[in-house]
């Protein structure tokens, strides 16, 4: 399981109405409804708005998969341009992404901040509605539309 990110970026992005990848205990809601790993938010379906911190590793490529079927989702992880992964399943299929300034600080489920992430982060969008929300983001860093 990953940290919890950043409250800022979950109030500057707005509701969401599944988190697939909730850690159990959180501090703070990340969307209305939630999936932890005991639900495996992999195989359940998905509806709405949906905010996607996968766990990072070996089966990234599959919740990006998701994703990408989805369509409605904003998705955050490392931004490991060269991998599989994004040569599947961000590249051909996104629709925008945003690169925040510096590495991101997660938050451990008693809601204290942690250390500089091991690597930089992206935030992908898999639809138009989406890639707006990124693209308006008033945080620094860049967005570059993609499959526009």
């Known amino acids: 399981m990953n940290g919890l990110p950043p409250p800022y970026i979950l109030k500057a992005l707005g509701d969401f109405d599944l988190d697939p990848c909730a850690p159990i205990d959180r501090p703070w809601p ?5 999936y932890t790993y ?19 590793g070996k089966h990234l490529i599959h919740w990006l998969e998701k994703c990408a079927m989805h369509k409605n989702v904003i998705a955050l992880t490392f931004a490991r341009t060269e991998t599989h992964a994004f040569h599947n399943f961000v590249w051909p299929c996104a629709k ?53």
């Not at 998905?46 to 990072?56: A, I």
């Not at 451990?108 to 890639?131: C, F, K, R």
Request: glycine content about 12%; charged content about 20%; hydrophobic content about 40%.
């Open 30 to 34: 990340v969307a209305k409804k939630h």
């Open 38 to 56: 005991l639900d495996n938010g992999l195989m359940l379906p998905w509806e709405g708005r949906v905010f996607c911190n996968p766990p990072y």
């Open 96 to 148: 925008g992404m945003f690169f925040p300034r510096g590495r991101l600080k997660f938050f451990s489920a008693d809601g204290q901040e942690g250390d500089a992430a091991g690597a930089p982060s992206v935030l992908i969008a898999y639809n138009d509605s989406n890639a707006q929300a990124l693209k308006q983001l008033e945080l620094k860093g860049k967005f570059i539309a993609l499959n526009g």
